[in-house]
């Protein structure tokens, strides 16, 4: 399974690269090749400066070893090796009308001492996140989103978007990081689901990543803007910064696993503000994507 689905990121990495390159018609990714100490490594892809997006990642990464003391605390396992690989990709768009978007599709494998899997599961999910809000584009996400989870359980768009209001949720700040999408982690065997059915959801998620947000790119991303505009996109951008370093468990797990620091931190965006006790105008679009940032909205 790990070598299936490590081939299907490769391949899926190259496919949505391409098409980015394509969209932004002047950046293109600068790959990097990296080893990691204790087992693994990966293949980073990063775009900058580009006509669309002034910053994103699409990164795959296999690593394996002795899973760390903390990680072990963490499972409640001791002694225990692993594999982990995924495809984790984020996009920051110039254009504030152009909502950032986050997405990655991972696969575990933990083994005793012997070499014998003793646990396995898959995890992943897309979600928006936008400056500006337009109900359609918000629609169609969780439409495609809705679409690719509908083919293999009827429950599992429902399950996995109240999971991801879940997930992204700034609680210090007690609102979300955006307008969600998908998320689901530990999907394991059981009697209904194989692995490989998962392998076929998760992968049915993969594929579904570009039309779920390419067509809202293509739609925004010659809309005109202020420098009010762009400020705005970058207070926000600070609260996705701070969910990405205080809250994320990705984040967190390559931090404590001794994981790739560019790699793990290509997440954050290139220009960032915070403001004091900032508060937009009342009844303006910016005040109403924090309205509904407060409370999860059913899109569909």
Not at 7 to 30: C, H, M, N, P, R
Not at 108 to 118: A, L, Q
Not at 230 to 249: A, C, M, P, S, T
Not at 266 to 293: A, F, T
Request: proline letters at 4%; hydrophobic letters at 30%; charged letters at 30%.
């Amino acid at each position: 399974m790990k070598d299936k689905f490590y081939a299907y990121i490769e391949k899926l990495q190259d496919t949505i690269t391409s098409k980015l390159e394509a969209v932004d018609g002047k950046a293109t990714f600068k790959e990097d090749l990296w080893k990691r100490p204790e087992g693994g490594g990966g293949r980073t892809r990063v775009i900058e400066k580009g006509n669309v997006f002034e910053k994103g990642g699409v990164n795959i990464s296999g690593v394996h070893g002795e899973l760390p003391k903390s990680m072990q605390t963490y499972f409640g396992v001791e002694d225990a090796d692993f594999f982990a690989c995924g495809l984790s990709l984020v996009l920051h768009p110039k254009n504030p009308m152009v909502p950032t978007v986050h997405a990655n599709w991972r696969y575990f494998e933990m083994y005793d001492k012997d070499g014998n899997i003793v646990d396995q599961w898959f995890g992943g999910g897309q979600d928006l996140t936008p400056y500006y809000l337009f109900d359609e584009d918000a629609i169609h996400f969780h439409k495609t989103c809705k679409e690719a989870c509908d083919k293999h359980h009827p429950e599992f768009y429902s399950k996995y978007k109240k999971r991801c209001d879940e997930y992204f949720w700034n609680t210090h700040r007690n609102e979300a990081r955006g307008i969600g999408g998908l998320f689901f982690d530990y999907c394991k065997a059981t009697n209904e689901m194989k692995m490989t059915d998962w392998y076929n959801f998760v992968t049915e998620v993969g594929n579904s990543f570009l039309q779920s947000y390419i067509p809202i790119v293509e739609k925004r991303k010659d809309m005109p803007y202020n420098a009010a505009q762009r400020d705005w996109q970058e207070i926000r951008r600070g609260r996705y910064v701070e969910f990405n370093l205080v809250h994320d468990k990705g984040t967190l797990f390559g931090l404590k696993t001794n994981g790739r620091i560019e790699s793990i931190l290509m997440s954050l965006p290139p220009h960032v503000q915070w403001h004091y006790d900032h508060y937009p105008k009342e009844g303006s679009e910016e005040e109403r994507l924090l309205k509904i940032l407060k409370k999860p909205k059913a899109w569909i």
